[in-house]
């Protein structure tokens, strides 16, 4: 695993395909993913503190992710003994913090580290950042991958930062708009508000497809849109 072999993978690259043993069974991961979107989130390892807080929160919001057409899968550096374990703490706190909660998507086992470097999510920079076998801990990161297996969004959290799966819904619900009409989302966008008018649609398409559209600039032109 030499850092120089490691897969360069971004924004437009097709996720790598995989077999793994999960805590609903084996999968395929493309043909797991269907025709689906996917979001896939990683651990360095079980019984951590803030991922503990992560899985739980991913669970609570589990509908939202559905209503999107997305399925959710976690990774962490453990077998599927030690995942089992983990989920009874993971529903017990949630349990206990913010109600109900039941991990009822995959957790991939990747002790070996294997689906962690088709990733290209080890730490390799901190050479002290080793478990007790010496391997390089799994990077916090997230990917969010289309239904053609297309990467579209790539984010990694420091250990000391929980993720905001907030925002991961949002972004969502902005690439999937953008694939649907001819548009951008601004700063700070959330469903309702209006977009940008994409730059490939000239002044005249602009009044057909846009009527309520305003120009501020010939290259910043917003609009209110309909969602639903």
């Known amino acids: 695993m030499a850092n120089e072999q490691r897969n360069a993978l971004r924004l437009g690259s097709i996720a790598p395909d995989f077999e793994a043993q999960t805590t609903a ?19 360095p390892g079980d ?32 077998g599927l003994a030690e995942h089992e374990k983990w989920i009874k703490d993971i529903e017990e706190f949630g349990g206990k913090t913010v109600g109900p909660t039941e991990v009822t998507y995959p957790i991939i086992a990747d002790e070996d580290r294997k689906i962690s470097y088709l990733y290209d999510m080890l730490d390799y920079q901190d050479v002290t950042n080793r478990d007790g076998k010496g391997l390089p801990f799994t990077i916090r990161t997230v990917f969010i991958i289309d239904p053609k297996k297309v990467i579209r969004l790539t984010l990694s ?4 930062a929980g993720r905001n799966f907030d925002e991961i819904l949002r972004v969502i619900d902005a690439i999937q708009l953008g694939d649907k009409q001819r548009i951008a989302t ?14 490939s649609v000239n002044a005249e398409e602009a009044k057909t497809l846009f009527p309520e559209h305003k ?13 639903a």
Do not use: M
């Open 215 to 227: 120009v501020h600039y010939p290259y910043l032109r917003t609009t209110p849109l309909k969602t």
């Open 157 to 160: 959290y420091p250990a000391v």
């Open 186 to 199: 601004p700063v700070n966008w959330k469903a309702g508000d209006d977009v940008i008018v994409h730059a």
């Open 47 to 78: 019984f951590t503190p803030v991922c503990t807080t992560e899985l739980g929160e991913v669970a609570r919001r589990f509908p939202d992710f559905q209503k999107r057409n997305t399925k959710v899968i976690g990774l962490s550096a453990n």
């Open 25 to 43: 069974g084996p999968i395929k991961f493309h043909d797991w993913i269907g025709d689906s979107w996917a979001v896939l989130f990683s651990h």
